[in-house]
């Protein structure tokens, strides 16, 4: 049994992460999607153009980031692959400015993308589709998310203090958010972009109060991306609410 599943992670891993497969998703999307995309690059392609010391890193992990957001939207398993590329570079910018709950989070982020390949892989052999279904949570486990969210962010609150982190309060509810939103895209719940918008908006402000404090290239682009990533957020919900109800509508 351990076998078939390590044989299964091993097979959904080269897909993900094979060159022809990521290329053949990209062409999959439909075409408000493009538009989408499009839109997204060119923002931040612009600001990198006409920020003074703008960061190379930064604006990689944007553009991988909205190409991630966008199959994420579409439930395309190669989202995962994008998704290590901007988790990686974006612990390399929370260490640079000392953001602890960015750091906690993001660290997260890139351990959930070898979970999600596996999950996901599974998911779209079981219904021999190319999209992942989207599922609604019950109440009872609606109730368990949120209690689980509050417990962890006043523990991971006590722990920024102790490091010296900034912005703590805000900062501090990035890696609980983080953890119910990576384990609910993991599944295939619809309720995992409550969590997103929420991480979105905190980063806007957080990415705002950064560019107050120091107006570096680095946090404008940053800010940017997020204002970007929260619109992105919000029709990547939509699409999700929809592919659930045709899901309840065929079982």
Request: glycine share 4%.
């Given at each position: 049994m351990i076998n078939i599943q390590l044989n299964l992670f091993i097979e959904e891993l080269k897909h993900t992460f094979s060159i022809k497969n990521i290329v053949k998703e990209l062409f999959t999307l439909h075409i408000q999607e493009y538009i989408l995309l499009f839109l997204m690059i060119i923002a931040q392609v612009t600001t990198f153009i006409f920020t003074k010391n703008s960061s190379i890193l930064v604006l990689i992990l944007s553009i991988s980031s909205i190409i991630n957001l966008v199959l994420v939207d579409r439930g395309r398993i190669t989202n995962y692959f994008w998704g290590s590329i901007t988790t990686i570079a974006w612990i390399v910018i929370a260490i640079h400015t000392r953001l602890i709950g960015d750091i906690a989070s993001q660290s997260f982020y890139l351990i959930m993308q070898f979970l999600g390949i596996y999950i996901w892989g599974k998911n779209l052999e079981e219904t021999k589709k190319n999209e992942v279904q989207s599922?609604?949570?019950?109440?009872?486990q609606s109730f368990i998310y949120v209690i689980g969210t509050l417990f962890l962010y006043f523990i991971i609150v006590i722990i920024s203090k102790k490091l010296g982190g900034v912005q703590i309060w805000l900062d501090a509810a990035l890696l609980p958010l983080a953890i119910v939103g990576q384990f609910l895209m993991t599944f295939g719940y619809r309720s995992q972009w409550i969590a997103w918008n929420i991480i979105n908006i905190i980063n806007i402000v957080i990415w705002?109060?950064?560019?107050?404090?120091?107006?570096?290239?680095?946090?404008?682009?940053?800010?940017?991306?997020?204002?970007?990533?929260?619109?992105?957020?919000?029709?990547?919900?939509?699409?999700w609410i929809k592919k659930s109800k045709i899901s309840a509508t065929t079982l």
């Amino acid at each position: 049994m351990i076998n078939i599943q390590l044989n299964l992670f091993i097979e959904e891993l080269k897909h993900t992460f094979s060159i022809k497969n990521i290329v053949k998703e990209l062409f999959t999307l439909h075409i408000q999607e493009y538009i989408l995309l499009f839109l997204m690059i060119i923002a931040q392609v612009t600001t990198f153009i006409f920020t003074k010391n703008s960061s190379i890193l930064v604006l990689i992990l944007s553009i991988s980031s909205i190409i991630n957001l966008v199959l994420v939207d579409r439930g395309r398993i190669t989202n995962y692959f994008w998704g290590s590329i901007t988790t990686i570079a974006w612990i390399v910018i929370a260490i640079h400015t000392r953001l602890i709950g960015d750091i906690a989070s993001q660290s997260f982020y890139l351990i959930m993308q070898f979970l999600g390949i596996y999950i996901w892989g599974k998911n779209l052999e079981e219904t021999k589709k190319n999209e992942v279904q989207s599922k609604r949570l019950t109440i009872f486990q609606s109730f368990i998310y949120v209690i689980g969210t509050l417990f962890l962010y006043f523990i991971i609150v006590i722990i920024s203090k102790k490091l010296g982190g900034v912005q703590i309060w805000l900062d501090a509810a990035l890696l609980p958010l983080a953890i119910v939103g990576q384990f609910l895209m993991t599944f295939g719940y619809r309720s995992q972009w409550i969590a997103w918008n929420i991480i979105n908006i905190i980063n806007i402000v957080i990415w705002y109060n950064q560019f107050l404090i120091n107006g570096t290239s680095v946090a404008i682009s940053m800010l940017i991306l997020q204002i970007i990533m929260f619109l992105n957020s919000i029709y990547g919900w939509i699409i999700w609410i929809k592919k659930s109800k045709i899901s309840a509508t065929t079982l």
